[in-house]
């Protein structure tokens, strides 16, 4: 499952799976092509297999959920497609959002860097947080910033890249954020990923309880 970037067939993923230089450009530039690329030549399936999870997690169609690091969409056109309507996207790149802008799935969508804390204002149902999280920045740490705007016992579902969680040691970390008081772990799954790279992942099902600020 462990990959080096050098061992990555896709030329735009090894770029960010590569230690250093800055990632926005790339993915302001991978826009167009991202869907077919991630879905169709990398086997991306991160979103369905989430999704599932949430419309267990989540049975009320009408939950205010945050999409948080949208991207293309992917994730919200999953919700809708499941009677979802109610459902706000934040990501940091803007070409993704204009994607996203185009499936008119989204009752809002804004620019957002989840390496921040998100406005005090929001508040959510649910979060759905799918392909963000791996070994870059955000970071475990940064979690915190979900869980923040949810409603107390309400979940986040937040998948994590398999190859970040093992390089990272993403299990020790979640377990020191916890005892940190960041957040409350529910649970822990393992799921197909990027099923072309033969690269797995973890869903992880936080929720804050109504003591915890969230680090804000």
Request: proline share 4%.
């Amino acid at each position: 499952m462990s990959k080096t970037s050098s061992t990555v067939s896709h030329p735009r993923l090894r770029r960010v799976y590569a230690r250093e230089g800055d990632k926005h450009d790339l993915w302001d530039a991978w826009a167009d092509g991202y869907d077919a690329d991630l879905i169709g030549e990398l086997g991306y399936v991160a979103h369905e297999q989430a999704g599932e999870l949430f419309l267990n997690r989540v049975p009320e169609r009408s939950a205010r959920v945050l999409d948080a690091g949208c991207g293309t969409g992917l994730g919200g056109a999953y919700l809708a497609a499941h009677g979802y309507h109610n459902v706000h996207g934040v990501d940091y790149s803007e070409p993704m959002l204009e994607v996203a802008r185009g499936r008119g799935v989204y009752a809002s969508l804004a620019v957002h860097d989840l390496t921040r804390p998100l406005p005090r204002e929001a508040h959510y149902d649910a979060v759905l947080c799918v392909g963000v999280f791996a070994f870059f920045p955000p970071a475990v740490g940064d979690l915190r910033h979900l869980v923040a705007v949810l409603e107390p016992g309400c979940p986040a579902i937040v998948t994590v890249n398999g190859r970040g969680w093992v390089e990272k040691d993403w299990e020790r970390l979640l377990a020191e954020e916890q005892r940190a008081g960041s957040f409350v772990i529910d649970s822990v799954h393992t799921i197909a990923y990027l099923t072309r790279e033969g690269i797995d992942g973890r869903v992880l099902v936080l929720h804050r309880e109504a003591s915890t600020n969230g680090g804000v």
